[in-house]
């Protein structure tokens, strides 16, 4: 297969294609077609007290870069709290999530390495949203993209 020739270019602030996933809004920036596959990444917007469920990347590695608000991190058996300027890198196959625990919407740049990652995200946005979510197709999506969603608690 043959590599594109990369471009140059500034992604504005206004720019990128919009999906909302768990309560979350999540803005893709620079999709996988743009890198010939090395990297995706993404703006996420978390409302306070929410985050992605706990999941695991069988195939990428993931940075997440705080711009606003205060994030738990919590990856294999480990939890910190991140603030502004942080940046939280997360190999595969280790389970992680994130929540905003402060009491404004928090942004983050996520970069998911090598990139492809952006399918979930558009699957998962056309789910219908009148209604609660069909765990098993969301756990059928994740599977798709070699990621697993860990259910905790009553789900």
Known sequence: MQSKQLKSDIVSNSEGKEWHVFGQTVIGKVMSDDTNGAYSVFEQLSPPQSGPP???HRSEDEMIYILEGDLEIQWGDQIRVGTKGDLAFI???IPHTFKN???VPSKVLVMIMPGGFEGFFEELNHLPTDEPPEVEKIL???EKYNAEIIRTGGS
């Open 101 to 103: 625990v402060g009491t």
């Open 54 to 56: 706990v999941h695991i």
């Open 140 to 142: 059928r999506v994740a």
């Open 91 to 93: 190999p595969r196959n």
